[in-house]
């Protein structure tokens, strides 16, 4: 029978959020960080935090695992079986535990207590002590919503790296799996955009903390559910197959031409980063820094994807211009922005996922960054859409690739353009951002050849196509 230990081991190992795939590593402790809710029905919700050490470079990685722990085995569970062991002394003391995400009753008892929760006032420093502090756990809420009851907890079925659980139609509870000691910025910067009655994020309602020895651990964040949302990557998909559909068409005469929401996309963008300077502050990094930092990037991209080694000079020549422009704007921005961040409700554009480029450790993402950097996130991902579905066609078919592919410029273009024209307010970019947006562009770039190696190298040639044509006309 396998230990507690192993049991976990095996259960992480083939998760879907777990970001280790395919490396060896052992579980090196478990800490148990509190109950939700209060024992009862022959259940109990509790949360442990795992350590892995990976055999390959002895780093260590900390993930959240929710449990619940029934008395009895529940066959409706057995997908999310994670072991059966003694918690403690006792004969009576073994348990069936599962990942707790899967289970209404479980979840049920993080909304009862949520909902048991004095609210704050949405002012920092002013959070009152709550009665719902379970053992090092702690649950706040924000003024501002009240929450439904009686809503039954569902999980996402597009579970990534963290695991999303839906409230009904009112909340989602994103339990975050690896957990970072320190500061979440999605739970910071949506605070702050909550605070200031953003209109371009879910609204946030709460989220669970949990003290360590090591500092804070943010563990989970309820937000508000965009109901009526679609998912911008998706409509934009659907616009490029619309435009595809009509081979003697261009993009701005077919039904799902997209330039007045990448429009909207960039006003949206652009008032979210107005709200994040006033409310995280401004600063300035020199360009020259910047450069190196990208150089540095270029290096170890090579090493993965040796194909860049042949467009590197220029690709360092786009970076040295921010050398240039002396010192740089930064603040507190997105960070890893693309098409598949963004949703699209009735209410307008919302941005989601405030944590990052998630390969970051956590210091480098709380960082102050240039504003640029999500500008270009979404300029490739305007490049990415297009040629994503035209490279989807039978090698054979040359002809049709080859106009497709054409098609796929006008689209990218367009979109791109509209993007810009509204974020910057202007028809024309300065010699000056015209520079930023190069630099940050390749940047990207490279960042994502690096990605689509690792994770999905059949869309490698997207990436690296777009880099054989930076800088040419
Ligand atoms: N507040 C929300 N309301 C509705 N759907 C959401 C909300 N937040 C995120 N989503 C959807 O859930 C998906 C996963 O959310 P995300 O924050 O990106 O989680 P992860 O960190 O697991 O990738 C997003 O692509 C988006 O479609
Ligand atoms: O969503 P994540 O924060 O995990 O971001 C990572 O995965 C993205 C892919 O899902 C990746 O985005 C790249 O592919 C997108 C299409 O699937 C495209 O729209 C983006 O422009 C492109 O960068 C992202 O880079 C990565 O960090």
Known sequence: MATRLESLHEYIGQAR????????????????????????????????????????????????????????????????????????????????????????????????????????PVVEGSRQPDESRHATLTFVRLEGHELDPDTHGTLFSGEQSNSSVLYGEDAVLKVFRKITPGENPDITTHRVLTEASSEHVAQLYGWIEAQTHDGILHLAMLQQFLRTASDGWDLAVASVRDLFAEADLHAEEVGGDFASEAARLGVALCEVHQQLGESFGTGTVRGSHVAELMNDRLDEAIKVVSELEEHADRLRGAFAALGDLGDLPVQRIHGDLHLGQTLRTVLGWKLVDFEGEPAKPLAERLLPDSPWRDVAGMLRSFDYAPHAVAWSVPEEDRDVLEQRRHRAEEWAARNKRAFLEAYTDNDELTHEQGVLVAAYVADKTVYECVYEARNRPSWLPIPLSAIARIGTP
């Open 17 to 120: 959020w777990f970001g280790g795939k395919g490396r060896d590593f052992s579980v090196t402790g478990v800490t148990r960080l509190g109950e939700v809710g209060d024992p009862g029905d022959g259940h109990r919700v509790v949360v442990d935090l795992v350590e892995l050490t990976y055999d390959d470079t002895g780093e260590r990685e900390l993930y959240q695992l929710p449990l619940v722990l029934y008395d009895e085995p529940e066959g409706r569970l057995d997908h999310a079986f994670v072991g059966w062991w003694q918690e403690g002394e006792g004969d009576d003391d073994w348990v069936h535990a599962y990942d707790a995400v899967h289970d209404r009753a479980a979840m049920a008892r993080y909304l009862e207590t949520f909902v048991r929760t004095p609210t704050s």
